[in-house]
């Protein structure tokens, strides 16, 4: 039998696939053990990303992992290299990774670049692996708006394909499910259409029962209007190149993945936000 690890179910995500694949046995690792799900069928283990003795102790046995993607931090490249590396040391078998639409080492969104290392030391591996590249998720889109309702940045008039974490979900599961039938392929995971930050708002707002605008701004004006945060640089980059990676097209092209893989359609930004809920 495959043994299977998955990561990440404490979040929206993984706490998706681990729940959908229950009571299947299965391997939750997790840093805090006392926040992972109760499931029947799951054993429980922590390790962190950055722990390589911990995750190869926590992965070792595996054929078969589930990553999520580690949360955004300056040593983000880090520590995503340190858990594959684990991986392979532990001998798993097959990865799959949830990466970003267009990842690359000179993506507008800066944080795609980081997916892009990661993918790049999958491959280093020499592991099988599956990478799932997210577009934007459909269903967190409403919450870029501040407390009156306005979503601002500087997004201009471009579109974004932005898909729904209960696909994602759905598409690992079908992927855990039958492993061997996708090994070492890529896949673009984005919703049905493709909408501009205008639609979202009006589409997200209605939904939601609340009024949302989106507000463009210029560069500038994005930094300026964040800077209370005081956050640092590359967090700074990450929050004002989500809008910039809009405005370029980079995340606007819609692909039929989540369909093939699962059989369903991709859910609208409207059933996105009710899966979600």
Do not use: C
């Amino acid at each position: 039998m495959t043994t299977i690890a998955i990561t990440g179910s404490t979040g929206h995500v993984g706490g998706l696939v681990a729940r959908s694949l229950a009571p299947l046995p299965q391997r939750l690792v997790v840093r805090d053990a006392s926040r992972a799900p109760a499931l029947d069928g799951a054993e429980i283990v922590e390790a962190s990303y950055s722990d390589a003795a911990a995750a190869v102790s926590a992965l070792d046995g595996v054929d078969l992992l589930f990553m999520v993607s580690a949360a955004e931090a300056v040593d983000r490249r880090a520590q995503h290299r340190s858990f594959i590396a684990a991986a392979a040391a532990a001998g798993v078998k097959h990865i799959v990774y949830t990466s970003f639409f267009g990842a690359d080492p000179e993506a507008v969104f800066t944080l795609g670049r980081d997916h892009a290392d990661a993918e790049l030391a999958i491959r280093e591996s020499g592991l099988a692996f599956t990478i799932l590249r997210d577009n934007f998720y459909s269903d967190l889109l409403p919450y870029f708006a501040d407390d009156a309702g306005v979503i601002r940045g500087p997004a201009g008039e471009g579109s974004v394909a932005a898909v729904a974490r209960a696909d994602v979900a759905d598409v690992v599961v079908a992927i855990l499910r039958d492993p061997a039938a996708h090994e070492n392929q890529i896949y673009e995971l984005t919703g049905p259409e493709s909408l501009t930050l205008h639609e979202v708002a009006a589409r997200a707002g209605a939904a939601l029962g609340r009024a949302l605008t989106y507000q463009p701004e210029t560069v500038e004006e994005a930094r300026e209007s964040r800077a209370h945060y005081g956050a640092e640089p590359w967090q700074m980059d990450a929050w004002v190149s989500t809008y910039t990676a809009i405005a370029d097209g980079e995340v606007s092209r819609v692909t039929d993945d989540v369909r093939r893989i699962t059989g369903a359609d991709a859910r609208t930004i409207e059933a996105a936000i009710a899966a979600s809920s």
